[in-house]
C-alpha cells in the first residue's frame, strides 16, 4: 500500500515536471486571440478601437496546420455598417521582415516615441497616432512565416513551400481569406499596402485573391515598392539611378551652386528630364556614342549626382548606388544611408567602395525594436516567450517567376473598382523614387489603366513616415486614395 503510494506521487510529480517543461517551451499558440479596448485622438476627434492580437493557422491540403502567423486586427467600435467600412490588410517586405514597421510608425494607431526627422529618442516607447488612418479603415497588420511571432509549427513541413515569390503569395491569399471569412468582411472594400518586398507580396495578391479566391479589391497601395518583375536591366537601370542620386546630393547640399538654390522638386525635374532625353540615348549607344556626347554624358551626370567628373568617367557612367553612399560624403568621413540617405554613418576607413553598414538600418532597429518588444505585453496583453523577429530566417528565397507587375495590371483590368497608388521618398536609394515612377509608366503598356494609377512623392526615405510632416502628409494622401476608390452605391463594375 505504501509502495504504491509512493509511486502514485512520483507519479504525479513526473507528469507535474513534464508539464512545466512544455509550458516553458517556447512557441506560438496556432491559434490564439486576445482583445483589448482603447480609445485614439485622430485629426482632432476621439476614435474608439478594439485590438485583437492573436495567431491563425496556415493548413496544408489535408487540412492539417503546417505554420501560424501572427496578427494584428486594429477595428474601431463605434462603427455600425462594416458593409461600407474599408479594410485594409498590410504587409511589410524583406522578404523576412516583420509587419513593425508600418505597424509602429504609419498607419497604426500607435507610433514610436522618435524625433520629428525620425532619429530614436530615449526613453524608448509608443504614443498615439495623431494621423492614423484607423479613423476612415479598419487594419489587420500580418506577419508571414518566420517574421515577428509567426512560425512554422509541423517539424516535418517543407520550408520550400512558404519562401520564395510565388510560395508566398499562394499561402498568404489563402490565409487572408479565411480571415476574411472570420472576421466577416466580405462585403467591406478591401485593400492591400505593401511596403518594401512588400510591393512584390501585395502586386502579386492582388490578382490571386481576385483569379483564385474570387476576393475583388479597390486599392493597392505601394510603398517604396521593388520592381515588380517590370525589367529595366542595361542601359535603363544605369541611367535611372541619377535622380535619385540628384536628391540625395541637394540634401547634403553637393550640387552646384545654380542647382543647390533652386527647390528640391524643381532639381528632380531638371534631372529626370535630363536622363530621359539625353542620359539614356547615351548610354544605349554604348562604344558607338561619339566623344563629344559621352563627355557630355559626363559632365552632366556628375553636375546632377555631385561626384567628381573623374569618377564618373572610371565607371563609364555606370555608377553603383553602393560606390555613392560611399563617396558623396568621402571628403567629409562620413558614408551616406542606403534606405535613407539623409542618415550618415562612420566607416573603419574612407577608402573603399562601398559602406561597412546601414547607417539608416540601426538607427531604425534602435528605436523601433524596444517599441515593438514592450508594446505587445504591456498594451495589447500578449504574452509570449517567442523572439520577435524582426528579421526573420527565411533564405534561400526562390525569386524565379516574379510576374507580380503583370499580376497587378492583370487584376486591374479584371476589375474596374480597383485603383493603385504609390508612394516614395526622394532619398530613398533602396528602391528610388524614379524606379517607382517607372513601374507606374510600364505597368500597363497599351496607358488605359492610367486614370487609375497616382504617385506620391515625399521629402525622406524609404520609411518616410518617420519624417513627422510626411507622416500626417502620407495618411492624407492615403485617406483621400480610399475616399476616391470607393464608387458610389450601385455604381457597376463596368467599362
Known amino acids: 500500500m505504501k509502495t504504491t503510494k509512493l509511486w502514485t506521487i512520483a507519479m504525479l510529480m513526473l507528469l507535474a515536471v513534464s508539464a512545466i517543461a512544455q509550458d516553458s517551451e517556447r512557441r506560438i499558440p496556432v491559434q490564439s486571440a486576445v482583445v483589448t479596448q482603447h480609445e ?50 498590410s504587409f511589410n517586405g524583406g522578404p523576412g521582415s516583420a509587419s513593425v514597421w508600418m505597424h509602429l510608425a504609419y498607419t497604426g494607431p500607435k507610433i514610436l516615441k522618435i524625433d520629428d ?71 467591406s472594400p478591401k485593400y492591400l499596402i505593401g511596403e518594401s518586398y512588400g510591393t512584390t507580396r501585395v502586386s502579386g495578391l492582388s490578382y490571386a485573391l481576385q483569379n483564385n479566391h474570387w476576393m475583388y479589391l479597390n486599392g493597392v497601395i505601394l510603398v517604396s515598392p521593388t520592381e515588380l518583375g517590370i525589367d529595366r536591366s542595361g542601359p535603363v537601370e544605369m541611367a535611372n539611378r541619377l535622380p535619385y542620386f540628384t536628391a540625395a546630393a541637394w540634401y547634403h547640399k553637393q550640387l552646384p551652386s545654380d542647382l543647390q538654390s533652386k527647390d528640391l522638386l524643381e532639381v528632380l525635374e531638371m534631372s529626370e528630364s535630363y536622363t530621359q532625353n539625353h542620359l539614356l540615348p547615351a548610354i544605349a549607344k554604348g562604344a558607338w556614342v561619339s566623344d563629344s556626347e559621352k563627355e557630355d554624358a ?49 566607416d573603419r576607413m574612407d577608402a573603399g567602395t ?19 518588444n514592450y508594446y505587445f505585453p504591456n498594451v495589447l496583453n500578449y504574452y509570449t516567450d517567442l523572439k520577435y523577429n524582426m528579421f526573420g530566417p527565411v533564405n534561400p528565397w526562390d525569386r524565379s517567376g516574379d510576374r507580380t507587375g503583370e499580376n497587378l495590371r492583370q487584376a486591374m483590368a479584371m476589375n474596374p473598382y480597383l485603383h493603385v497608388m504609390t508612394q516614395s521618398g526622394y532619398f530613398d536609394g ?22 487609375r494609377m497616382s504617385f506620391k512623392g515625399y521629402r525622406s526615405g524609404h520609411m518616410m ?29 463596368k467599362y
Not at 435 to 450: E, F, I, R, T, V
Not at 467 to 490: C, M, Q, T, V, Y
Open 40 to 89: 485614439v485622438t485622430i485629426k482632432g476627434k476621439k476614435v474608439p478601437y478594439k485590438a485583437t492580437a492573436g495567431t491563425q493557422p496556415v493548413w496544408d491540403n489535408d487540412g492539417k496546420p503546417v505554420a501560424t502567423l501572427f496578427y494584428t486586427y486594429y477595428e474601431r467600435t463605434d462603427v455600425s455598417d462594416k458593409d461600407r467600412r474599408p479594410l485594409v490588410i
Open 117 to 187: 526627422e525620425g532619429y530614436p529618442i530615449q526613453p524608448y516607447g509608443v504614443k498615439d497616432n495623431p494621423h492614423s488612418i484607423l479613423d476612415v479603415a479598419d487594419i489587420v497588420f500580418v506577419n508571414p512565416v518566420n517574421t515577428g511571432y509567426s512560425r512554422i509549427v509541423d517539424p516535418e513541413a517543407d520550408r520550400r513551400q512558404f519562401f520564395g515569390v510565388n510560395q508566398d503569395i499562394r499561402y498568404l491569399s489563402e490565409w487572408i481569406n479565411t480571415f476574411v471569412t472570420r472576421a466577416n468582411r466580405w462585403n
Open 298 to 346: 559626363i559632365k552632366n551626370f556628375a553636375r546632377f549626382s555631385g561626384l567628381d567628373e573623374e569618377v564618373v568617367r572610371q565607371h563609364n557612367l555606370d555608377v553603383p548606388e553602393s560606390f555613392f553612399w560611399k563617396d558623396l560624403l568621402r571628403h567629409e568621413g562620413h558614408t551616406v544611408g542606403r534606405l535613407d540617405s539623409r542618415y550618415k554613418g562612420i
Open 354 to 372: 562601398s559602406p561597412d553598414f546601414n547607417s539608416e538600418l540601426t538607427s531604425w532597429l534602435h528605436s523601433f525594436t524596444p517599441a515593438i
Open 430 to 451: 533602396a528602391t528610388t523614387y524614379y524606379n517607382a515612377k517607372y513601374n507606374m509608366w510600364h505597368l500597363d503598356p497599351s496607358g488605359k489603366l492610367k486614370d
Open 465 to 493: 513616415y518617420l519624417r513627422a510632416e510626411d507622416l500626417a502628409k502620407a495618411n492624407d494622401d492615403i485617406r483621400e486614395f480610399i475616399k476616391n476608390s470607393i464608387p458610389p452605391a450601385g455604381t457597376p463594375a
